[in-house]
């Protein structure tokens, strides 16, 4: 499932040490993203936990704000691991 290929994304040691950082918090949010919109597919007017997937959304997108502003090339490196933004090629 999805869970299995965005583990492999991070390591099991980063995870122990690391549980704190943005990049592991937007995975986790990046995960439960994921899991909830596949749970939206079957139910399709579970109102509430709609509202939990936008405060989600929300605290992610807040975090990868910070990352950009903070170090841009760890950004860039995240959002290509995790598949988060489409690339822009022209």
Known sequence: ?????????????????NRGSVEFQVFNFTNKIRRLTSHFELHK???????????ILG????????????????YKELINQLEIRESKTH
């Not at 499932?1 to 980063?14: A, C, D, G, P």
């Not at 007017?45 to 405060?55: A, E, I, V």
């Open 45 to 55: 007017k579970d109102y509430l936990s709609q509202r939990g997937l936008r405060k």
């Open 59 to 74: 605290k992610r997108q807040r975090l990868l704000s910070y990352l950009s502003k903070k170090n841009i090339m760890r």
């Open 1 to 17: 499932m999805v869970k299995n290929t965005l583990s492999s994304v991070i390591s099991q040691e980063e995870k122990k040490e």
